[in-house]
């Protein structure tokens, strides 16, 4: 689609020669295209790769299964579609949407054998909260993307998704339970998994799983160092350097250490890097994984290896959302859109969130769509916003939601896992996501009219 677009673009592929006329290159088309796929790589590669091992470790390992029967005896089992909730919001940090609906729906058809009831509800339960934070909180390749296109902190992306994605998830929750009763639907057999074996498998003894300490640390730790960082930073006055006598406080306090000057800033800066803090949880989160399953180095080296194919095509389609992004800014078209706007008194944070919109029903995949939109995004914002550019974020995330049907990967695992018709999918999960994303918009803008979150 990127290729596509460049070359019957002529602000690209048209060259003006010096004695006059033009000269067709379609070259040109083809630089913008690797330069977008490799700057968008370059950003979330490594991110992401960390981020991949984490989620399989904590799958493998049974650490995300001991997470969901914490929240499970929190809540007890009459409350269990809230503790589903929770699991699927808590995991679709670290892990993929697709993947925490693999671990969690097991657990649901479970619990329908045994209650007998509420078998949709369970099901919109683990997708509101696994899809909210799978959009809105990184490092999910989305959330992660969209920071680095709008060059926002990943700290304060994470804060205020987590503020979003909370009153969002609950919105979904309520809806899973209005449809479950306007339209319940019962379970079937999906597989040759019986229901008898879903049971033993949700039965498993806790001797055989991680503590909840070794299991929850690999989701909390980055999070703690990401936000810490965020939050010192910006209690940390930088001051106004004069003379060269003071240039080594540039950059805010610093430590001398053997006549060198150390910023202390720098330092938090460089452990609060979601690089560096997701490489601390990769290392804690391996640790479990090797320990549960008693694997020596080589079989260590296989599992990362098999977690690393996983990323791949996430970091590829991914990436491709990047080259798209660029070769689409490169032809104006963020411009034209922001003078539509302007001329229409359309906000910039109802465009992206629309684009976002378009851009999901038009391809399907929603991560797609939050790399496509805040790469356009990135070049229309201007001094004076009048907002901090993370709610661009958040818009962009909730649009994301909106239009989940067939040309969506998402749709199918919940329809084929979930056992559920095309139709009963439609009116459920698709209608679920849209709620969703459709509240997202005003609340970001009740949030962006806050003093101290801007």
């Not at 992401?48 to 499970?72: E, H, P, Y």
């Not at 800066?269 to 949880?281: E, T, V, Y």
């Not at 032809?331 to 302007?342: F, M, P, R, S, T």
């Amino acid at each position: 689609a990127a290729i596509v677009v460049g070359i019957l673009s002529p602000k690209l592929v048209l060259e003006a020669l010096p004695g006059g006329g033009t000269q067709l290159n379609l070259l040109n088309a083809l630089s913008k295209v690797a330069e977008g796929f490799g700057s968008t790589m370059g950003k979330i590669g490594i991110s992401i790769a960390l981020a991949t091992i984490i989620g399989k470790a904590l799958m493998d390992s049974g650490a995300a299964d001991r997470i969901v029967r914490a929240f499970t005896r929190l809540f007890g089992e009459k409350r269990a579609s809230l503790a589903l909730l929770l699991s699927g919001f808590v995991l679709s940090v670290p892990v993929f949407f697709d993947t925490v609906f693999f671990l969690l729906v097991p657990l649901a058809k479970a619990l329908n054998a045994r209650t007998r009831q509420n078998y949709l509800f369970y099901l919109m339960a683990i997708g509101a909260g696994g899809a909210i934070t799978h959009s809105l909180v990184p490092p999910t390749p989305g959330p992660i993307t969209m920071a680095e296109n709008l060059r926002v902190d990943l700290g304060m992306v994470i804060l205020i998704g987590t503020l979003v994605g909370a009153p969002l998830a609950y919105i979904g929750y309520l809806y899973g339970k209005l449809i479950d009763r306007l339209s319940p639907v019962e379970m079937r057999q999906v597989g040759d998994v019986t229901i008898e074996e879903l049971e033993q498998q949700a039965l498993r003894p806790d001797s055989e799983l991680p503590s909840l300490f070794w299991s929850v640390l690999p989701i909390i730790l980055p999070v703690i160092m990401i936000t810490t960082t965020t939050a010192v930073g910006s209690l940390i006055t930088i001051p106004t350097v004069t003379g060269p006598e003071n240039a080594h406080l540039a950059h805010g306090p610093v430590v001398e250490i053997g006549g060198t000057y150390v910023s202390i800033l720098g330092v938090l800066q460089f452990f609060g890097d979601p690089k560096i803090a997701l490489l601390f949880a990769m290392i804690i989160a391996l640790r479990v994984v090797v320990r549960q399953k008693k694997m020596n180095l080589e079989q260590t080296g296989e599992f990362s290896t098999v977690a690393l194919t996983e990323a791949a095509m996430i970091l590829l389609i991914t990436s491709a959302g990047g080259a798209f992004g660029e070769i689409l800014k490169s032809i104006g078209l963020g411009d034209e859109l922001k003078k539509l706007a302007d001329a229409g008194g359309i906000s910039l944070l109802v465009l992206a969130w629309g684009m976002a919109v378009l851009f999901k029903v038009a391809q399907g995949s929603g991560t797609v769509a939050m790399v496509t939109t805040s790469s356009i995004v990135a070049s229309m914002i201007t001094p004076d916003l009048g907002y901090n550019p993370v709610f661009l974020v958040m818009a962009i995330g909730c649009g994301s939601l909106v239009g989940s049907w067939m040309n969506d990967s998402g749709f199918w695992v919940i329809a084929k896992l979930g056992g559920l018709t095309e139709r009963e999918a439609l009116r459920s999960w698709t209608v679920n996501l849209a709620v969703m994303g459709i509240a997202g918009l005003p609340l970001v803008w009740l949030l962006t009219k806050i003093p101290w979150l801007n």
